[in-house]
Each structure stands twice: as C-alpha cells, then as structure tokens.
C-alpha cells in the first residue's frame, strides 16, 4: 500500500459513520449476542480455539454480524476474503475459490469467505459454492437478514451451522452510547455533551435494538446542534426525535424507515385496526418492498397475536406467501391484502407465544428436569431392564381417550405455561381443558 492509498484509508475512517467507527476490534469490546460470545459459549470457544466451521449468521440489522465476521478475521490464521451478494457474481466467487484452493495447496493455509447478505446470491452462486465448502477448501460465514432456511439452499444448510443472532437488548443500547460518548479517538468523547435520560429513552426505544441506528442517529443529533454558550452541546428529546427524522425522511428498505414502517403495520394488525394495516401495507408495496418479506410478517403475526383465538389465521397466512411466491407482484398485493386483513380483524391471543417465552426462561435458568420414566422411549433393546415406559397409560384406552397422567419432571408438576383466553376458538380449549381438569377431581 503506497502512501497516497494509505492517506486515502485514513480520510474514509475520518469520515464514516460514527457506527462504522465504532466497530468492535475484538470479542472483549463486542457487544451483546452472549448466548453465543459469552465466555465459555460456542462461538466464542470456537474463535479462542480458531477453529472455525462454516457457518450462517442471521438476524436484524445493525446487531453486529459483519463485524463478528471481522473479529473471526482478526482472530484466525486463516486468509479472509469478504465478497458482497449485492455486487459479487459467479465469476468473482470463482476467482477467490481458485485462490482458496491454491493457497491450500501451496501453503496448507484455508481461506476464511464472509459472504454479507447471502440470502441475495440465487440459486447458481450458491451451487458455486458448495463444492469448495464441501472439500473444506473454504469455511464459509454467510450473514443474512431473511430467514436462511427459505433463501439459502438445503445442500449449503446441511453443511453450515445456522446461528440466530439476537436484537440488542436495552442495556446493551446503553453500551453502545456510552461508549460512543467517551471514546475521543473514534467516538465522540471530544464533544462536551449533554444527553438528557429522555432522549436516551426515546433513543433506545426507537432504535429497536438495531445498534448501527443508534449510532448514527445519535451522531445526527451531535452534529446537527451547535453547543451553547458554554460550549456544550445539549440533546434533549426534541433534538433528538429531529434527528432521527432527519435520518428517516425517506423509505430505504434497508434503513430505520423500513423497520419503523414494518413495525406499524404489525402493530396495526395486533391492535385489530384493519384500516391502518391496509395503509401501512400499501406505504411498504409502494415502495418496492420484498412482498416475501411483508407475508412472512403476517405469518408471524398469525401464530404471535392471533394464535388459537383463530388457528384459520395461520393458515391463511401461510396461503398468502406460497401464493405470492407463485404469482410474484402485482397480483400478489390482494393475497397480501387478504391475509392482513384477515389477521387484523381475528379475534386475539398472545398466550401460545406466552407459553414458549416462558418455557423457555425455566429451560434456560433453572435445572432441567429428567424425563420420567413412564414417559422414556421403549423402542430399543434393552430399555424394558431400564424400565423405561414402566407404568405409562395409553390415553387411547380411556373414556375420551384421556387418563391422569403426569407428563412434567417432578420438579415442575403444577406448573401452568398455556393459560388459554375467553377469546374466539381459544375459549373452546379453555373449557375443554377445564373439563379435563374436573374430570381429574
């Protein structure tokens, strides 16, 4: 690198954005995702280790999944070679899988390729890839925002690892802007500011654990407002929410615009205003937005907050993106229509989505129970001396096909996860349930 390209590196690290410029350099200055980067956690064995497997990251953005992939780069004494979905083809994947294999062969050494948004590659890019994944040429990390079980083939699946990269949580926002606010070097701890709690809440809340709109927003309001006559700056809720209007007078379908536009129309659809869906639904097919990416939102909205109040809801959904994905736009705007509609006006009920958040929180923080015995599997030899399924009663022989039974581990009898609602076919569960129980007494 010559002098002149060297000057012209450090200008464009002036210049970027404060998010770029704050991107960790190392798991230690990483923030959040630690079910994955917590010490002792896989991820981050993995990269302690450098042994690294292929792998995909998916999540929202601005949580950090190209720098994870720069702090793996970082860390390994693999090549790195980083191509973009957006620009690269299938001859410049060619051109760095030859590479790959010749500096394999040369000098034993395997090559790292980060792929960001891999979702976009379609179906003869990830072909491409797959022998040189295959034949352990390349440890491939591809980083998407779309569910990669739907736009990332099944043969690059089976031989990737798929982690789930989490939003940031509110403490790990008010890391970020702490950090941002005392780093002189890349922050922005050379500004004497004064960012009031309000602000900080409104920031946090609207940024909804997107980390990079944060940053930016933040920035925004930094810049945008000259310190007083004491030389400070004061942010307070008003300058901020200016900023981050500034930041947002335009629909980008990869900017804050889009989330905020996604959330409206799924709080819409929660709040049983089938109007305002309509409206919001309409601001995101005006604006070229994937129609995949909006009928995956209605299916999730149909199983979250309808649940079994409708279980039609789920299916009409489900309909109303296989339809879109056969007919493709405009036609697929009615099914999308339909389907919205449909969920915004059925009847509500959170309590399935309830029942697995909160299942998950025992699984998680306390000890797990073990499988009682009646319930153990009996098809393998040796499993009767075990006496595994000694003692289980096969509902099917009872009057209604249903017996008293425990099915939990002792330690959590009793326990209630699904508290079905009076609302819709819900309130059907609720009173068949309820006759069970009578018929235990």
């Given at each position: 690198m010559d002098l002149f390209t060297m000057s012209m590196e450090e200008k464009l690290k002036k210049n970027a954005p404060l998010a770029d410029r704050m991107r960790p350099q190392s798991i230690k200055e990483f923030v959040g995702q630690k079910h994955l980067l917590g010490e002792g956690k896989f991820l981050y064995r993995s990269i302690k280790a450098d042994r690294i497997t292929s792998m995909i990251l998916f999540g929202p953005p601005g949580i950090g999944k190209t720098t994870l992939a720069m702090i793996i780069a970082n860390s390994t004494n693999m090549r790195f070679e980083k191509l973009s979905a957006v620009t690269s083809g299938v001859k410049d994947i060619r051109e760095v899988m030859d590479k790959a294999e010749e500096n394999l062969k040369l000098y034993n050494k395997r090559t790292i390729l980060f792929i960001d948004e891999i979702h976009r590659f379609n179906k003869a890019q990830q072909d491409a890839l797959l022998p040189f994944v295959e034949r352990?040429?390349?440890?491939?990390i591809g980083a998407t925002t779309e569910n990669p079980y739907f736009e990332v083939n099944k043969a690059l699946l089976s031989r990737a690892m798929v982690l789930v990269l989490e939003s940031l949580s509110r403490s790990d926002l008010m890391e970020l802007i702490d950090h941002a606010l005392s780093d002189k070097e890349r922050g922005l701890g050379k500004y004497n500011i004064n960012l009031t709690p309000e602000a900080v809440d409104y920031l946090i809340t609207v940024s909804e654990g997107d980390g990079r709109a944060l940053l930016?927003?933040?920035e925004i309001g930094v810049l945008s407002t000259p310190p007083n006559d004491k030389g400070i700056i004061e942010l307070d809720l008003d300058k901020i929410k200016e900023s981050i209007q500034i930041k947002s007078a335009r629909y980008d379908k990869g900017g804050e615009e889009h989330y905020d536009t996604i959330s409206a129309f799924i709080k819409s659809m929660r709040g049983s205003d089938p109007d305002a869906a309509i409206y919001w639904l309409a601001k995101m097919i005006n604006a070229g937005e994937d129609p995949?990416?909006?009928?995956?939102?209605?299916?999730?909205?149909?199983s979250e907050d309808v649940g079994n109040a409708d279980p039609n809801a789920l299916q009409v959904a489900i309909s109303a993106f296989n339809g879109v994905n056969a007919i493709g736009m405009p036609e697929g705007r009615i099914l999308l229509a339909q389907a919205a509609i449909y969920v915004a006006t059925a009847p509500k009920s959170n309590k399935s989505y309830m029942a697995i958040n909160k299942a998950l929180d025992d699984i998680r923080n306390r000890?797990?129970?073990?499988?009682?015995?009646?319930?153990?599997?009996?098809?393998y030899s040796g499993a009767a001396k075990l006496g595994n399924g000694k003692g289980y009663k096969y509902p099917h022989d009872y009057i209604k096909n249903y017996v008293v039974q425990d099915y939990l581990p002792?330690?959590?009898?009793?326990?209630?996860?699904?508290?079905?609602?009076?609302?819709?076919?819900?309130?059907?569960?609720?009173?068949?349930?309820?006759?069970?129980?009578?018929?235990?007494?």
């Open positions: 352990g040429i390349i440890i491939l930016n927003s933040l995949k990416f909006i009928a995956r939102r209605i299916i999730i909205a149909a000890e797990i129970g073990k499988v009682p015995t009646h319930l153990r599997s009996t098809g002792e330690e959590f009898r009793g326990i209630k996860y699904y508290e079905p609602t009076d609302n819709g076919y819900e309130k059907v569960i609720k009173e068949r349930l309820s006759n069970l129980i009578d018929k235990d007494r």
